[in-house]
């Protein structure tokens, strides 16, 4: 399984990101704001893109023979979901990065991740 990894890897950093990979990319990862949504679902829609876009341009996607390719559109959801995204604290909880971390790990951050594996795969291979 190492070795299909690779190689879906090496796939990822031979597609390019344009803009409609990574918008197509982003909204099925997080499902999109539809246009009937409240304006609380859009800020908070457009917080998270742009802190993506930020990710993206930050230097953990500047990494030479990643940089500007679907892996480095991978990598930015898995940055995001791992250490921006927002998670609800039980009363019986640690802290916000414990929750995070679980979240991430067992919860819906690691279902938005397995979701982002496939989505980008899936792109990559269509592009």
């Not at 990101?17 to 990862?29: G, N, P, Q, S, Y």
């Not at 997080?30 to 990710?55: C, H, M, N, W, Y």
């Amino acid at each position: 399984s190492h070795a299909v990894t690779v190689q879906a890897f090496e796939h990822l950093v031979s597609k390019p990101i344009t803009e409609r990979l990574k918008d197509t990319f982003f909204a099925r990862v997080f499902e999109g704001v539809g246009p009937d949504e409240s304006e609380r679902a859009k800020t908070i829609a457009q917080s998270r893109i742009e802190r993506l876009e930020a990710i993206l341009a930050g230097p953990s996607s500047q990494i030479r023979g990643t940089r500007g390719t679907a892996f480095a559109l991978l990598n930015a959801v898995t940055e995001y979901i791992e250490h921006d995204r927002t998670t609800r604290i039980s009363e019986d909880s640690d802290s916000v990065e414990a929750t995070r971390l679980l979240s991430a790990t067992f919860g819906s951050g690691a279902a938005l991740k397995a979701k982002a594996w496939v989505s980008i795969l899936e792109m990559a291979n269509a592009e």
